[in-house]
């Protein structure tokens, strides 16, 4: 078996191929919900009711989508540097950390100032937390993969550690959680009563940024090629391992305001339960979007979508919820084959 | 400070440090054979998880011990067989679907674990494998006590270091499983299908981390519970490379980073509270990173691990 | 003719829209010699891995020994008895000359490799064919033409009954290439076949019965070697008459570049340069000549800013740099044609505007506060399509897939354009066919024309002397004096390549 390039692949073949990972997806879901003993259709059904069908499901899409974006862009941004950032779990929680250090009454200032300054603040944390692992990458050759998954789980260590220490809420009863941040620290709600806040429209604005960043500038064209082929990229000039660097600042900065917008927009606080995984779901988002910043909002909501409904179905029908982790982990390894063929042509000779 | 000292000096220390690093040894080696033919398998994580809920549920539906293992090894060369067929045929990226695999692998054992016990808030336990003292052996003062009074599985372990060094330096398939990982051109040349030796590597190692996770629900502890394994397949990337891909340096390293966990287990102990015991917890990952670090600029590393290969190609 | 060991029948390979074997025919008779010549890029290499089982071939048959052979399995060809020594070779660095002989000769579920077996036999074969190595040596440590040895003992520890070399010559000293040819005779004298692929004429006469030439992809002509002349095989090589471009007399100015005593860092298994001299002047070619693996590299990614010199004096245009890099050598004025154009000269998933901006995007030309100026650099792509007649759909179009010809023409144009004083040439013409070559060649000397002071790297002894106004040899990381135009015979140049110093070496 040989797999040969489409000079220029057919844009039939482009749309068909992931439309049949999709439908690939859905026919091994339906497998484990048949086993479940439940319908596949009228799951899928409850599925699509729960995510959006009616504007309350929507709002809890797009609102369980907010940070899906956020780490969904950084690790969009990393992987097109082809920086393996797998540590946005940890990235965000320090976000976190950082929005509630600052957000508890520390900083007495207008909303108008104390928000912006917590988001630079959450943002310099996530980015310095990435910028470690890339300087062992950079300096030492220290795998990167390997550096950020064992940061995620200090990280949680971390967050632990102050929740039970200085960061614990006195009137808490014991749990471990932090004092809930101040009013002028919060991201109001979009519509009063729903849960949907403006951490959404802040993602929506860091896609677009990432967007021009990628597109429009030297930065971006400094990423791309160092991403696609380093060693060329080092000849013709471009200084590979400060590119590399600047990357890791953006994804790690990207991934914390995930954390900023969970506490500020949603919880109100820090908990050991911030995220459900967000950090490893990004994966998933950025390569659906197939790394494009504006696809990433898109497969953010898509994702968010099937938790969302699934969650909602759950509670209906006697399916385990992390139906949905099993169909969004297929999806992303159906996808990745589906563009494949999409790209290469399989030749059996 | 002589009390924590005095630590290193007790057999039950030693016995703590070895079956800490059983499940460490078979996934280590796991990951090392799937290394040494040229693939890097981010599945580890997730194939443990399925190790340990496969060996524990089959236990705990009625199999006998060993039939848990023998299931934990299937499921394991299952996913490892879904690894293989993305990564070496079809040259996807190992980093995505490594990922994905252990996204999948976890959350298709979770699944499966609610769909099969639906009620239960906490987890069923099952008999699990009993130390198997050694006559004679165990009966040497420490070391002896702690190499020689451990469960079956332990035992197994070591066997798998002695039998993947074997193999991978004696034997005609070790020598093809390692020009693989060096130079698949070479392999192809001489008429073997670096497609088949790789696959066939993948999902032999990846048996073997599905064995190391179904330890800690078979021998270290005795049921299931979600994020037991934890970071330890993270870990066990480390080991391969801190032991410099070879069985035996990386068993060394196991044993090595299994003391140190069982030790900051005692310390906190006697640190009686003063330190907050997310310290000592995060230490074996730190120590993880420090170890990469310490190797990285020496380590040499297969030459093609992380290359896909097509046919035909030089 | 001896009883024909192998068949060709009418071999077509195709490679998307190009067509690398065009209805191949050829038979090799047992002990017989026959050489396939042809241009880079003519289709040999395709046909020998069609032969031994690499690619499957559109349409066709292969022969050997009387009974089919089932296409695309290597494995097949080498239990019929086809070696194949292929010009990269397939051999694991870091494992032992006997791993790499041994490796798939035992059955793979055998509980022990039985090395004394191995061992014994690889002596054996050593010793009766003049193929001394060690076998318990790493691959890594061995010379050039010690791991060419291990290849052969490769085959012939397989019972190789044909065999294949695929340029075997390219990387050898001529010393090492006589040891090859003699190692040659005494394999024929055992009634092996051998094929010799190759696109040197000379050795080709000296070492073969019969000489097959392919062209394009087509069989252009066969003869004995003992009634061909080499004018004849060369037309038939190349299908033209070879125009070398005119070469005006030099008007050397003063030197623009300067190495004195330099050393670089061994890197991997490169040859560093060790105390090299030498200086480039304006207004001449300088050519490197050497064979491969002697440094070249080390120079060429000193001047490219890849390598910084260890010790010794590194001067351009009078100016030594504390901090040495791609980005100072392209701002010191020093343009670079690379040798690999896919792995470093061009990023190949990227496009053509992308591509030809890459040395100097943050230029105000291309860019203004961080932001890139793409419509400049799409015209920029369209006036270079255009001045070097690059066959390309679009400046949107992905580099990758545009034919190495043209790859090398935006190369060139990227690298020339901002009239660059100091030019590094390194294979700037390999693997182009001959009307891209003379482009390359006329290009190089318009520049010299201009003034411009050229290194030129190349394994084409050939292409060195054609070009060069001076010619400085390299052998082990060391440079031999320059000598001017006609002043050295190639049997000199020969010496100084196989590391056989001259008296005049020593300051």
Not at chain 1, 94 to 106: C, H, K, P
Not at chain 2, 207 to 233: K, P
Not at chain 3, 275 to 281: A, E, R, W, Y
């Amino acid at each position: 078996m040989r797999l040969e390039p489409r000079p220029q692949p057919p844009l039939g073949v482009l749309l068909l191929y992931p439309l049949a990972a999709v439908a690939v997806t859905l026919a091994l879901v339906s497998l484990l919900v048949l086993a479940a003993g439940a319908s596949p259709l009228s799951v899928l059904g409850l599925v699509l009711k729960g995510a959006a069908g009616s504007q309350f499901a929507l709002m809890e899409t797009l609102t369980r989508a907010t940070p899906l974006i956020f780490t969904g862009l950084a690790v969009a941004v990393a992987f097109r540097a082809r920086l393996w950032n797998i540590g946005a779990e940890a990235q965000l929680y320090i976000g976190a950390v950082v929005t509630v250090v600052l957000g508890t009454g520390a900083l007495p200032l207008p909303s108008i100032v104390l928000i912006p300054v917590i988001m630079i603040a959450a943002m310099a944390a996530g980015a310095l937390l990435l910028l470690g692992p890339t300087l062992l990458k950079t300096r030492f050759g220290v795998d990167e993969v390997v550096t950020t998954l064992l940061l995620n789980f200090i990280a949680l260590l971390f967050v632990s550690m102050l929740l039970e220490g200085p960061l614990k809420d006195p009137t808490g009863l014991g749990w471990p959680q932090s004092s809930r941040v101040v009013a002028d620290a919060q991201l109001p709600r979009i519509v009063t009563g729903r849960r949907l806040h403006y951490g959404f429209v802040v993602a929506l604005a860091a896609a677009l940024c990432v967007w021009v960043v990628m597109k429009k500038t030297v930065l971006g064209y400094e990423m791309r090629a160092v991403g696609h082929n380093a060693e060329a990229a080092r000849f013709a000039g471009m200084p590979v391992n400060s590119v590399l660097a600047k990357t890791a600042l953006l994804s790690g900065g990207l991934a914390a305001l995930a954390g900023f917008s969970e506490v500020s927009g949603l919880k109100g606080n820090l908990t050991l339960d911030l995220s459900p995984g967000f950090g490893y779901s990004g994966i998933v988002v950025a390569m659906l979007a197939m790394l494009n910043p504006i696809g990433v909002v898109v497969s953010a909501i898509f994702v968010a979508g099937i938790f969302v409904g699934a969650d909602a179905m759950s509670r209906a029908a006697k399916v385990p919820s992390y139906i949905a982790d099993v169909m969004v982990a297929t999806a992303l390894l159906t996808m990745v084959t589906a563009l494949l063929f999409a790209r290469f042509r399989v030749r059996w000779r | 400070m002589s009390e924590a000292l005095d630590i290193l000096f007790t057999a039950s220390f030693w016995v703590a440090a070895i079956r800490i690093a059983s499940p460490l040894i078979f996934a280590t080696m796991g990951e090392l054979i799937c290394e040494r033919a040229g693939v890097l398998n981010l599945g580890i994580e997730g194939i443990m998880t399925v190790g340990a809920f496969a060996g524990w549920f089959t236990v705990y539906s009625g199999g006998d011990l060993w039939t848990g293992v023998a299931v934990a090894a299937l499921a394991g060369g299952a996913f490892g067989l879904l690894h293989a067929t993305l990564t070496v045929p079809l040259g996807l990226s190992q980093h995505v679907v490594g990922i994905g695999i252990t996204l999948l692998a976890t959350s298709l054992t979770y699944f499966t674990y609610r769909l099969a016990l639906p009620q239960v808030t906490t987890p069923p336990k099952i008999e699990p494998f009993q130390p198997l003292p050694i006559p004679g052996l165990s009966k040497i003062p420490v070391l002896g006590e702690a190499l020689f009074s451990q469960t079956p599985l332990t035992y197994l372990a070591f066997a798998t270091v002695a039998a993947v060094a074997w193999v991978l330096y004696r034997t005609p398939l070790g020598l093809a499983v390692r020009a693989a990982g060096e130079n698949p051109a070479a392999v192809e040349a001489q008429g073997i299908s670096v497609t088949g030796i790789r696959m066939g590597a993948v999902m032999a190692g990846s048996a073997l981390m599905a064995v190391g996770g179904a330890f800690l629900t078979m021998s270290a502890f005795n049921s299931f519970f979600f994020q037991m394994i934890n970071g330890r397949g993270w870990i066990c990337i480390a080991l391969v490379v801190f032991g410099s891909w070879r069985p035996g340096k990386a068993l060394l390293g196991a044993i090595l980073f299994a003391a140190f966990d069982a030790y900051q287990v005692r310390l906190q102990q006697i640190s009686g509270g003063v330190v907050p015991y997310q310290l000592f917890l995060m230490m074996p990952y730190i120590l993880s990173i420090a170890a990469l670090v310490l190797v990285a600029r020496r380590a040499t590393y297969p030459r093609a691990l992380m290359i896909p290969y097509q046919k035909g190609e030089r | 003719m001896p009883s024909p060991v192998l068949i060709l029948e009418n071999i077509t390979k195709r490679f998307g829209p190009l067509t690398a074997n065009d209805s191949i025919s050829f038979e090799l008779g047992r002990g017989e010699v026959v050489a396939l010549l042809g241009e880079n890029g003519a289709g040999k290499t395709t046909l020998m891995n069609i032969l031994f089982g690499h690619y499957v071939a559109d349409e066709g048959t292969v022969e050997a020994f009387g009974r089919p052979l089932p296409p695309g399995q290597p494995r097949a060809a080498l239990e019929a008895g086809i070696g194949m020594v292929h010009q990269h070779f397939t051999l694991a660095d870091n494992m032992t000359v006997l791993e790499n002989i041994a490796l798939g000769t035992q059955g793979l579920l055998r509980p022990k490799l039985d090395r004394k077996a191995a061992l014994a036999r690889i002596r054996e074969l050593s010793d009766s064919f003049g193929l001394s190595v060690d076998p318990a040596a790493t691959v890594a440590t061995l010379s050039v033409g010690e791991r060419q040895r291990v290849e052969i003992l490769k085959a012939l520890y397989r019972d190789a009954r044909v065999l294949i070399l695929d340029e075997p010559t390219a990387v050898l000293t001529p010393a090492e290439t006589e040891a090859l040819f003699r190692t040659l005779k005494l394999l024929v004298a055992e009634g092996l076949s051998i094929i010799f692929i190759s696109h040197k004429l000379a050795e080709v006469m000296a070492v073969s019965d019969r000489v097959l030439v392919l062209r394009q992809g087509r069989l252009a002509g066969a003869r004995a070697t003992a009634g061909a002349t080499r004018a004849e095989l060369a037309a038939l090589m190349v299908g033209q008459e070879v125009v070398s471009p005119p070469v005006p007399p030099a008007v050397a100015g003063p030197a623009l570049l300067v190495l004195e005593d330099v050393t670089t860092a061994r890197r991997g298994n490169a040859t560093p340069l060790d105390g090299v001299t030498l200086s480039l002047h304006s207004g001449e070619i300088t050519g490197l000549a050497g064979v491969s693996g002697n440094g070249q590299a080390a120079l060429a990614g000193l001047l490219s800013g890849m390598e910084a010199p260890l010790s010794g004096c590194f001067e351009v245009q009078g100016r030594a740099f504390a901090k040495w890099s791609p980005a100072t050598a392209l701002k010191a004025g020093i343009a670079r044609i690379p040798e690999d154009r896919h792995a470093v000269g061009t990023i190949g998933d990227m496009s053509v505007a992308e591509n030809v901006i890459a040395e100097r995007y943050r230029s105000p030309r291309f860019s203004r506060a961080g932001f890139l100026d793409w419509r400049a650099a799409r015209r920029f792509a369209e006036a270079l399509i255009r001045d070097y007649d690059v066959k390309c759909p679009s400046p949107d179009a992905r580099i990758r897939l545009l034919s190495g010809g043209n790859m090398q023409k935006l190369i060139l144009g990227r690298a020339l354009d901002p009239d660059p004083v100091i030019i590094l040439a390194n294979q700037p013409t390999r693997g182009l066919d001959v009307g891209a070559v003379a482009y390359v060649h006329g290009r190089l000397l318009e520049a010299r024309a201009r003034g411009a002071a050229i290194l030129l790297i190349s394994e084409d002894l050939e292409e060195i002397l054609a070009l060069s106004d001076r010619v400085v040899v390299v052998s082990k990381g060391r440079l031999s004096l320059p000598s001017a135009r006609g002043e050295r015979s190639l049997r000199d140049l020969g010496e100084l390549m196989a590391g056989h110093r001259e008296a005049a070496h020593a300051p």
